[in-house]
């Protein structure tokens, strides 16, 4: 199904061309619904009855019905809201029982997404139809990576809008301590993985802090709770994330963490690790460990942390009393200024099964979803409330009035967030009012000249993944933590690892990942 019947949708082109001809600040084809029922209602013809619209939202819950974003929005688009006002549980039991939302939650993942459309729970709906009702949010997704479109693919079919997260797009910052650095006689961040090595080396042996003892370190890891950052900045430098999908030299898709490159990064942490030039509590510390570290000039180099991050630590850093550096990916075997990322893909919107066979509701829908995502307004509108009851305009970023932002329940009584919008945050054409002109200068300085590596499938839905990930997650974990630090041969004992690896259902996972990347490149020609 791309485009439903076609007496109706040429009912629909109708409208929308009427629409067109008034007034329109925003020119945004997303407002045509309800400019036709504003003609309507001025002429004397009798209003439409309003489409009925349920959502299965668990993100920002209002606070009761007929809230003034559920209001606005109803009257606006001539639609009637369902609050099912579900949490994440009991939206499984609603699905049990049979009663299926409109629109889903945004919180689900991949393997939700795939069981839902082979259940037949969620509908399918053509990338076509999104791309003309939705077409100034089809170029911000387009803008930012087009793989989103394959995300939503289940067995060949499309089941749903694609989404994205804004900060996706950027990386991890190599940041370092600035006072150490002018102590071993640098005046900028290392650019090369041998100029970090030799700033590591001096951070441990030099007495960067002058207090006369060596108690220093160049860096730590955040192995207690996220060991798949470990050492970012490394395995940047070498092309390789361990834990991520990746392009293999012959075409196929390959797992990071068994690559060749991945066997060279850890041969070089190894090395320095030997060499005592990581703080050997790398395995136990977390973020708040390497932030106190820090603070408290006990390491010299973090590498954990984006750009945001950062910029919530400028007042801390500032009290610290020392100047902090930030640098760019390292220029290593790879040959590029590679950073780490989480990736800008998410899973996509999904809709009710029931929509398949509902063209209306499900144009209506698309209609009001484009003016969610980019028309000021309405953004504005569901994410803040009134301007100048909820929230101020400063230097063109909306900031909630201090009531609001102390009390966060004032919100959910209004009803915004992400309940109404699920393109809170995850469409560009809102990001201009995310973040302040500051926070904004600051972003472009850190993340320019950086390239992400990123997941080659994102939140892709594959069935052995569902099978075998998490035992193959913790078999590397495993591993990593050990040959980091192993005395033995790192060679040896990585080609164990990478044949076991593949034995434990690697291989099953690979071969279906190929299959499933080839098939979305098709689609997508």
């Known amino acids: 199904m791309k485009h439903g019947k076609k007496v109706i949708l040429a009912s629909v082109l109708a409208l929308s061309l009427m629409a067109g001809c008034s007034s329109n600040s925003s020119n945004n084809p997303g407002t045509n619904a309800s400019q036709t029922n504003d003609a309507k209602e001025s002429s004397g013809t009798e209003k439409e009855a309003p489409i009925e619209i349920s959502i299965?939202?668990?993100?920002?819950?209002?606070?009761?019905?007929?809230?003034?974003?559920?209001?606005?929005?109803?009257?606006?688009?001539?639609?009637?809201?369902?609050?099912?006002?579900?949490?994440?549980?009991?939206?499984?039991?609603?699905?049990?029982?049979?009663?299926?939302?409109?629109?889903?939650?945004?919180?689900?993942?991949?393997?939700d997404m795939a069981n839902y459309a082979r259940q037949g729970i969620i509908a399918v709906i053509s990338t076509d139809e999104i791309k003309q009702y939705m077409p100034k949010y089809s170029a911000d997704i387009d803008a930012i990576d087009t793989a989103a479109w394959g995300i939503a693919l289940v067995d060949g079919k499309n089941y749903g809008v694609p989404r994205i997260w804004l900060n996706g797009r950027y990386g991890f910052i190599p940041t370092y301590n600035g006072a150490w650095l002018n102590k071993i006689g640098y005046t900028e961040a290392p650019k090369t993985l041998e100029e970090y090595e030799d700033v590591l080396t001096k951070f441990r042996n030099d007495d960067p802090d002058g207090n006369g003892k060596k108690d220093t370190y160049?860096?730590?890891?955040?192995?207690?709770?996220?060991?798949?950052?470990?050492?970012?900045?490394?395995?940047?430098?070498?092309?390789?994330?361990?834990?991520?999908?990746?392009?293999?030299?012959?075409?196929?898709?390959?797992?990071?963490?068994?690559?060749?490159?991945?066997?060279?990064?850890?041969?070089?942490?190894?090395?320095?690790?030997?060499?005592?030039?990581?703080?050997?509590?790398?395995?136990?510390?977390?973020?708040?460990?390497?932030?106190?570290?820090?603070?408290?000039?006990k390491i010299g180099m973090k590498d954990t942390f984006m750009y945001h991050h950062l910029f919530g630590m400028l007042e801390q850093d500032k009290a610290n009393g020392f100047p902090v550096v930030y640098g760019k990916g390292l220029i290593g075997p790879a040959g590029k200024t590679y950073v780490m990322s989480n990736g800008p893909l998410q899973t996509p919107l999904m809709f009710g099964k029931q929509l398949e066979k509902d063209d209306k509701k499900r144009i209506k829908i698309l209609q009001m979803l484009e003016d969610l995502a980019t028309n000021d307004e309405v953004y504005l509108k569901t994410t803040y409330g009134e301007e100048g009851v909820s929230y101020d305009m400063v230097d063109?970023?909306?900031?909630?009035?201090?009531?609001?932002?102390?009390?966060?329940?004032?919100?959910?009584?209004?009803?915004?967030?992400?309940?109404?919008?699920?393109?809170?945050?995850?469409?560009?054409?809102?990001?201009?009012?995310?973040?302040?002109?500051?926070?904004q200068a600051f972003s472009d300085k850190l993340n320019a000249g950086n390239e992400i590596i990123s997941d080659l499938l994102g939140p892709t839905p594959l069935e052995s993944k569902t099978q075998y990930l998490a035992n193959l997650n913790t078999l590397e974990d495993s591993f990593y933590s050990k040959v980091m630090v192993t005395k033995g041969d790192v060679e040896k004992e990585f080609e164990s690892f990478k044949a076991e690896w593949l034995k434990a259902g690697g291989q099953q996972m690979l071969d279906e990942a190929t299959k499933v990347y080839k098939e979305r490149q098709e689609a997508l020609k």
């Open 218 to 297: 160049g860096m730590t890891g955040r192995g207690k709770a996220a060991r798949n950052q470990l050492f970012n900045e490394v395995f940047a430098s070498y092309g390789v994330n361990p834990y991520q999908f990746m392009l293999a030299a012959d075409g196929t898709v390959t797992w990071g963490g068994i690559t060749d490159q991945a066997k060279e990064a850890v041969k070089k942490i190894n090395q320095w690790y030997n060499a005592d030039l990581i703080d050997p509590e790398f395995l136990t510390d977390d973020n708040d460990q390497i932030t106190t570290k820090w603070n408290s000039q």
């Open 56 to 111: 299965g939202s668990t993100w920002n819950l209002p606070s009761a019905d007929g809230n003034p974003t559920q209001k606005y929005l109803e009257e606006k688009y001539n639609v009637k809201f369902v609050n099912m006002n579900l949490t994440d549980e009991s939206f499984k039991l609603k699905l049990a029982s049979n009663e299926i939302p409109d629109i889903f939650p945004g919180t689900l993942q991949e393997a």
């Open 396 to 439: 063109g970023v909306p900031v909630w009035k201090k009531e609001y932002l102390d009390t966060p329940q004032l919100q959910n009584d209004l009803g915004t967030g992400g309940y109404y919008n699920p393109f809170v945050d995850r469409s560009l054409s809102n990001a201009k009012f995310q973040m302040p002109a500051d926070k």
